[in-house]
């Protein structure tokens, strides 16, 4: 499977951004997603991550309450919808694949198998 992120851009603090993330190669019926971030200077981050269906997430404490995950599945995409940013969500954002069923959301990055190219997102103060 092949993901490309996108929907990445400048803001301001306060302000909300979607990101997609579409795949090809396979349908995403039969894959978890994650989203992560990465910082300059900095670790990557687990974001966020819903089950191949959709009615599974977690969030990291940093996002919660301000984005959401969901997903469409007839049209093989993840989105990250992402209000009230803050300056410290200025990264790269990347998502991930990984082939599961059933209720169960992976956090770790090293899990992952299958990545797109990120999107930058920036948020000024």
């Known amino acids: 499977v092949q993901l490309q992120a996108s929907g990445g851009g400048l803001v301001q603090a306060g302000g909300s951004l979607r990101l997609s993330c579409a795949a090809s190669g396979a349908t995403l019926d039969y894959y978890g997603i994650g989203w992560f971030r990465q910082a300059p200077g900095k670790e990557r981050e687990w974001v966020s991550s819903?089950?191949?269906?959709?009615?599974?997430?977690d969030y990291s404490d940093s996002v919660k309450g301000r984005f959401t995950i969901s997903r469409d599945n007839a049209k093989n995409t993840v989105y990250l919808q992402m209000n009230d940013l803050k300056p410290e969500d200025t990264a790269v954002y990347y998502c991930?694949?990984?082939?599961?069923?059933?209720?169960?959301?992976?956090?770790?990055?090293?899990?992952?198998?299958?990545w797109g190219k990120g999107t930058l997102v920036t948020v000024s103060s």
């Open positions: 819903i089950n191949n269906n959709g009615d599974t997430t």
């Open positions: 991930a694949a990984i082939m599961s069923l059933g209720a169960i959301v992976v956090v770790e990055s090293d899990e992952y198998p299958y």
